[in-house]
């Protein structure tokens, strides 16, 4: 959540950001981000739920646009943040997706019933933009009862605009989703990673001399990833 909170304040430092929290941790999240300008609410039950409480809460002071984020992808880009917002200019809904690399089947009874071409598939990402207000009125169509036939905020817009076009902007695999054990043990090292790197750029920078960074960056790389291992619990 920290990570999510920190990607989009530093990129829009006068946004309002509105953070849904469970109920028994409202208390723990409000201090978390005291020293922030996060407006920290209690969510709902379910991922659509917690959406709509967040929208609810800028019902007041209406913004044009909203961006919608799952906390649950902590290595949001600045990148995707431009693109999004872009693209919001002149469409009034956005979706963040990559190509899927993999084969995707259709299941029936336990058996392969297709196997659809991967052309045109993709893997859907947050954030999501859209005009508040035409997302508003799409959540309000559906009722409260009806929010958990959805599993993300373009599935509702599309549910009630059925003619609209939704844009997609290119995502990244970095951007990935801390669903399971094995996401939190690839974040890991993927931060570890980010930190080796950033070590052994400043590294070229003081010494330019490419043998022996070759063999310092290696070595520093190899320790970093090791560590994390053993950290993280994958090695006894």
Known sequence: M???FDSLHRFAPDARIVVTVPADSLEYARELFKESKAEVIVGGSSRQASAYAAMQHLEERQPRH????????PFLSHQILHDTVEALKRHKAVDV??????TIIVECDGFVQSIPERN???RG??????????L???YKKLGPDRLAEYTD???VFLACHPTEKVRIVQGNSENIKITDEIDLVRSGLEEVMCNAYCEIRDLYRRRRNIDTLRTAAYSLAIDKV????FQLGIFP
């Not at 909203?66 to 992808?73: E, K």
């Not at 090791?226 to 291992?229: D, G, K, L, P, Q």
């Open 2 to 4: 920290e990570h999510s």
């Open 66 to 73: 909203v961006i919608l984020h799952d906390a649950a992808r």
């Open 97 to 102: 997706a990559i190509k899927t690399s993999d």
């Open 120 to 122: 045109h598939l993709y």
């Open 125 to 134: 990402q947050t954030p999501q933009g859209f005009c508040y207000r035409t």
């Open 136 to 138: 508003m009125l799409s």
């Open 153 to 155: 905020d373009c599935g």
């Open 226 to 229: 090791a560590r994390a291992y």
